[in-house]
């Protein structure tokens, strides 16, 4: 059997905002929207990034099964990989992003990174990869 990787979709208190959100501070660009379901993909690269409500989500998981979205949870962290990490966090920070630590350079694994939060407290992670293969 094998299983091939989709995509991530992230349960968001409000579409609108974090569709906002990627599309204004993360220039993604929506490539599907379903207004009437509360959902939207984005081009995310070799991915797509899709965002759905959390109130939608009890239609599809009954009450019995716990759903918890717990603000400022690290359970998944979404990574992207950028050409020049400091032009990247002046971007950032023009857009009013607040960045959770300064940013870390990882040399023995060839990047540097820094992360931040989207609106509903995802984290994010931005990585200047060097030469150096790892």
Do not use: W
Not at 28 to 35: A, G, S, Y
């Amino acid at each position: 059997m094998q299983f091939k990787y989709l995509y991530t979709r992230l349960n968001v208190k409000s579409v609108a905002v974090s569709k906002k959100f990627y599309e204004d501070v993360l220039a993604l660009e929506t490539v599907f929207e379903d207004k009437s379901d509360d959902y939207v993909e984005l081009d995310a690269g070799p991915i797509r990034l899709s965002l759905f409500s959390r109130a939608k989500m009890r239609e599809f998981i009954p009450d019995e099964n716990e759903l918890k979205y717990e603000a400022h949870s690290a359970q998944v962290v979404l990574t992207f990989k950028v050409s020049d990490l400091q032009k990247s966090i002046s971007y950032l920070k023009s857009k009013n992003v607040e960045l959770l630590a300064s940013p870390t350079t990882y040399s023995d694994r060839g990047f540097a990174s820094c992360s931040f939060r989207d609106p509903d407290g995802n984290i994010i992670e931005i990585e200047e990869m060097s030469d150096i293969a790892i």
